[in-house]
């Protein structure tokens, strides 16, 4: 996986991969020729006292090393822009095909997961592709070309070589196949502590209110220990390799060293000779570890091109038609027909078989239970998810066939949560128009019963707002994102349980105001409080995803139940307040 994902992101840089492989090339030529130079200064030069050979040849290794320092650099350059561009546009992809996903595949993943993958894991994978264009090209070739230079300058050591380099071989294998296991864990055990962090940051209030500090601390703690664990475990096997690799390299030099004393003695090896042999076994040795750096990042990169995998082939569940329409009649109808949803994996679905129509100029209310599926009969009109079964029509259409994003356009939703971005009160407010006036900012705050506090806050439309909306209180938001809608002026208007932050008086104020700006609009208002649907045109009781009754307030109190209930429980609890 992490292969045909590098192939695919690299491709756009095969210029500059080229020019890494060139100058590595170069580089790597002539730190191999460097000891041969060394041994020849060593020989020719001092041994027989010949200063000219000493200078022309030091002048050379001087102008050798220039190259190569200017080489190193340009495959410095070079593979990082590599690596930078191809994180840049791995990481635009990943978010990309997020913007794509449905609120399904969105639960799937979890929005924490998927930050983490765009983010950390685009991040592992640049760094193999940084280590890799320095050590792919060099190690190999300072490995074969060491040998080959050393057995060149003196074949009588060669079996010096024969058995030191599998025994490096062999070393390293036995600790790298105990890390890698290690790695995988490390990677889970970072995992584990984001989440308990993230859990415990965001759940920081019910945290202290349930007095829960000492038993999040242990949590916390347990996670840390296990991180910090693995983390010493991986940290022991990097710090035996070090030593025994030196172990190794040292014993190599001294049976060099004793056996070419033996050569020299003999007169069959000159001293540069050994000089430069020894060079080349210190860059055979290098080889081997730049290998094993790689054999220790690849694991961990694999595990990250598999997860960004995942999602760059999620297909999202709610695709745009391939011939979507831009236009279409009567903008203002929602209509569901037969509408049924299940959540993926679910035994039973949380829609089922709901019909009705909503027209422009008529309030539909949508009252129910708990977990009746209010939410999600309203997530189906804007396709932010697909029904299962049945159809939804917005106007002559079916969404499906509908291009999204002018589906969308012509509605103005308010999600029960409402989300403000960092930025300022007017910033939010042209989320949806960024050519609004500042005039019709003031005229849609006023309507949504916001203007009385946004005129109060120091900067009035251009108060800081703070991501999320945690400046302000709950009702604050609520009105904020009503008129957020209001500014957009659709053709639809989906109020998910948007009034319940306010207190009656304020939600009765918003709802007249509301009433001749949504005039000609179509409007369906969740909603847990009867006095604010009492004057719906139509009102759906909904229990457990099916439609139980449909009509106006007081057809419904005589002929629906489970209406009847909810209004008694209701007036029950006005009464006993
Ligand atoms: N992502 C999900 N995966 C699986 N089931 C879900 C998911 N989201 C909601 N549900 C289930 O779907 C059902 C309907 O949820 P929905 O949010 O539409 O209810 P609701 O009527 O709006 O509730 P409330 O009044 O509490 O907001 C619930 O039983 C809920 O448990």
Not at 251 to 273: F, K, P
Request: proline letters at 4%.
């Amino acid at each position: 996986m992490l292969y045909s994902l590098l192939r695919t992101y690299l491709r756009p840089y095969g210029g500059d991969l080229a020019g890494v492989v060139a100058l590595q090339l170069i580089s790597t030529l002539t730190t191999l020729y460097l000891p041969s130079l060394n041994a020849e200064i060593i020989d020719n030069g001092v041994a027989k006292g010949d200063t000219g050979v000493v200078l022309s040849t030091g002048g050379t290794m001087l102008l050798i090393t220039c190259l190569q320092v200017a080489c190193s650099i340009g495959a410095v350059y070079f593979g990082a822009r590599a690596a930078m561009g191809m994180g840049r546009d791995l990481r635009g992809a990943v978010v990309h095909q997020v913007g794509r996903f449905s609120a399904r595949e969105v639960g799937y993943f979890g929005a924490p997961s998927l930050i983490t993958r765009s983010t950390n894991d685009v991040q592992q994978i640049q760094m193999v592709v940084v280590i890799s264009c320095t050590i792919l090209v060099a190690a190999p070739i300072m490995g074969i070309g060491g040998i080959v230079m050393s057995i060149r300058q003196s074949q009588g050591l060669a079996w010096v070589l024969a058995v030191a380099v599998p025994l490096l071989g062999l070393a390293m294998y036995l600790v790298i196949s105990k890390m890698v296991p290690q790695f995988r864990l490390m990677q889970s055990r970072i995992d584990a502590i984001n989440r308990v962090l993230r859990e415990q940051i965001t759940g920081i209030r019910v945290v202290r209110a349930f007095v829960r500090e000492s038993h999040e601390m242990r949590r916390f703690g347990a996670a840390n220990e296990d991180l910090a664990g693995t983390a010493l475990r991986v940290g022991k096997l990097m710090a035996l390799m070090l030593p025994m690799v030196m172990l190794i390299a040292n014993i190599t030099s001294v049976a060099v060293l004793w056996l070419g004393g033996h050569l020299i003695d003999q007169g069959s090896m000159q001293i540069g000779s050994l000089t430069a042999v020894l060079a080349y076994i210190m860059q055979i040795l290098m080889a081997v570890m730049m290998v094993t750096v790689i054999a220790v990042i690849l694991p961990r990169a694999s595990v990250c091109a598999e997860r960004l995998t995942e999602v760059l082939d999620t297909e999202p569940s709610v695709q745009a038609s391939p011939k979507p329409l831009t236009s279409w009649r009567e903008r203002g109808i929602v209509e569901m027909r037969g509408a049924t949803f299940a959540f993926p994996g679910a035994e039973a679905p949380v829609l089922r078989n709901v019909s009705f129509l909503a027209e422009p100029g008529m309030t539909t209310a949508i009252i129910g239970g708990t977990g009746s599926g209010k939410s999600t009969l309203l997530n189906l009109i804007p396709r932010l998810i697909d029904v299962s079964g049945g159809e939804v029509r917005v106007g002559a259409a079916d969404v499906r066939v509908i291009d999204p994003d002018q589906l969308r356009s012509s509605i103005g939703l308010v999600p029960q949560k409402p989300y403000l971005f960092s930025g300022t009160v007017a910033s939010n407010l042209r989320y949806g128009r960024p050519d609004a006036t500042d005039a019709q900012l003031w005229r849609c705050l006023e309507i949504a019963q916001a203007a009385d506090f946004v005129r109060a806050m120091p900067g009035g439309l251009e108060s800081p707002i703070a991501q999320g909306g945690a400046t302000v209180s709950g009702g604050q938001r609520q009105r904020l994102a009503i008129a957020r809608a209001l500014v957009r002026e659709p053709e639809i208007y989906l109020f998910d349980d948007s009034f319940s932050a306010l207190d009656l008086s304020t939600d009765a104020r918003l709802r007249a105001a509301l009433a001749p700006v949504t005039r000609d609009a179509c409007v369906i208002i969740v909603a847990q409080r009867v006095s604010t649907i009492i004057e719906a045109d139509q009102i759906i009781v909904l229990e457990d995803g099916a439609i139980v009754g449909i009509g106006t307030h007081a057809e419904l109190v005589d002929r629906c139940q489970t209406y009847a209930e909810i209004v008694a429980s209701q007036l029950a609890a006005q009464a006993a307040s």
